[in-house]
């Protein structure tokens, strides 16, 4: 079976095997029953175990040969000593796609390394694919196929209608980035914890979400690569159709690259090589990991930058230079407003304020909410300015909310992107800031990482366009020809 269409079936399974079914939702096996029945799986599950019977209201099977019919995917949800058998028995169930979750493989040693070769071995020999082993499962949300036992599964507020695609070799940070994520409301309509590796790799996910069409960003948490060409390709694919990529790469250090080979046996490489390589195929280096969604919120959001002259409006004269100070230091505009501009500024606000660009809108605002507003369409009328960031800072209640409307009906009426900073406590403006959310308005807790983000989109956007002119030089060869050996670094 080709990579391509192994993937199809691990995310939109018609129907799952799950090996090792539990009634107990604190086991594994049991969990990821329990998340699939809660997001209400279209598909058929068979669970499977020796004792048979039901569990969590479904026909349990005593084995996988008892199953009726061949399911799509396999879910194995035990011990490593029994996992040969399982898939030997996969095997003449023809089922041709499986998901081993045990750990204790190629991440533990020479051992571990030979055991994983063996599941590598039969799978080859009966064209069955694997993701894993080491893997906590894989969501795709809008087809409603949670086969994770992660408890940010147990979610009951996942966005709908996401864009992004993240995929991650570690499953535990993994997850726990995945739940906060969707607390968040940020569009993550698929993901997959790839594990150890031992057959479908990041590489192979990646060219996936570049081929897929309802993906729009692509998100890696990556700890390293045994084919650095493979990846390279990728990337150049994604390119090639405008779709951002961005990479977190973790095993930075000497003792966090040994770190990475105990945890999923793969090679971490010279971090160095690694950022070369993001910065000539236009993937975005995420510098830590708040930087992976930051980043993914702002290339998600409609409106693009397509220069670098920023307009910035704050509720406190001291934000302003901060946002100020932050757009300087990504190598930002902050040019002169017009006259024009300056004279509708002066024109509605008190006397003490100063009409010019950063603008500080001052306390007036909580005595007319409206005046936001007035101040923001009047820096989106403005010639000179390409894009906003927008800081708010003790904005509450009622008063956020209003604005919160304000900023995404203008939103709506250009086409010069918006990037929000809100200082405020979320408890205190949560309704405010969650229709921001909803309305993709990028938003952040801090004037340096809503314009870290903003940058991320800019670069890109000025990498898109050098791409286009040397794609001739590039070629469909071109990957094939890079010296870089990353997995050996």
Not at 92 to 117: C, P, R, W, Y
Not at 164 to 189: C, D, H, P, R, V
Not at 325 to 336: A, H, L, M, N, S
Not at 389 to 402: F, N
Request: glycine share 8%.
């Amino acid at each position: 079976m080709s990579k391509y269409d192994a993937i199809e079936k691990l995310l939109n399974p018609s129907s799952i095997a799950v090996v090792g079914a539990s009634h107990n939702v604190q086991k594994h096996g049991g969990r990821l029953i329990e998340n699939l029945l809660k997001h209400r799986y279209q598909g058929k599950i068979f669970p499977v175990n020796p004792k048979g019977g039901e569990i969590q209201g479904l026909t349990c099977y005593k084995s996988i040969s008892d199953i009726p019919g061949t399911p799509d995917l396999a879910c194995l949800l035990i011990a490593p000593v029994k996992l040969m058998e399982a898939l030997r028995e996969c095997a003449l169930k023809n089922i041709k796609v499986v998901m081993i979750h045990a750990s204790g493989f190629a991440e533990t040693g020479e051992d571990g390394e030979m055991l994983q070769q063996e599941i590598v071995d039969i799978a080859r020999e009966h064209n069955m694919r694997i993701c894993g082993p080491n893997t906590i499962g894989i969501a795709n949300v809008n087809n409603r196929v949670f086969a994770s036992f992660s408890m940010a599964m147990t979610s009951s507020e996942i966005p709908m209608g996401g864009k992004i695609f993240y995929i991650t070799q570690s499953g535990a940070i993994g997850g726990a980035m995945l739940s906060q994520g969707w607390e968040k409301k940020i569009g993550i309509n698929k993901w997959i914890s790839s594990g150890n590796e031992a057959d479908l790799n990041a590489s192979d996910y990646l060219e996936y979400a570049v081929d897929d069409t309802s993906t729009g960003t692509i998100c890696l948490f990556l700890e390293g690569l045994e084919d650095g060409n493979s990846f390279k390709a990728g990337l150049a694919k994604a390119a090639n159709k405008r779709k951002p990529v961005i990479v977190y790469k973790n095993g930075r250090s000497d003792i966090g690259k040994k770190s990475v080979k105990s945890h999923t046996g793969v090679l971490a490489g010279n971090h160095e090589v690694y950022k070369a390589v993001f910065k000539q195929f236009g993937a975005a280096n995420a510098e830590d990991l708040d930087d992976l969604f930051d980043y993914a919120i702002a290339f998600d959001a409609p409106n693009k930058p397509n220069s670098s002259r920023i307009g910035i409006i704050s509720t406190s004269g001291g934000a302003c230079t901060i946002v100020t100070d932050q757009c300087i230091k990504y190598g930002f505009e902050v040019p002169e407003i017009s006259s024009k501009s300056i004279k509708k500024l002066a024109d509605m606000s008190p006397e003490f304020s100063i009409p010019q660009n950063p603008f500080d809108t001052t306390a007036q605002i909580l005595n007319d909410p409206g005046s936001f507003k007035n101040s923001l369409q009047v820096f989106i009328e403005d010639k000179n300015i390409d894009a906003l960031v927008l800081m708010l800072t003790t904005i509450g209640g009622e008063i956020a909310s209003k604005v919160a409307e304000d900023i995404i009906e203008l939103s709506k009426q250009t086409e010069k992107p918006m990037y929000v900073a809100w200082t405020i406590a979320e408890s205190l403006a949560k309704d405010g800031m969650n229709k921001l959310r909803e309305a993709k308005i990028p938003l952040y807790p801090s004037a340096e990482r809503a314009v870290k983000a903003l940058a991320a989109v800019q670069q890109h956007m000025v990498f898109l366009e050098e791409w286009e002119e040397k794609k001739g030089e590039y070629g469909s060869f071109f990957i094939a020809s890079c010296k870089e050996e990353i997995s050996n670094s």
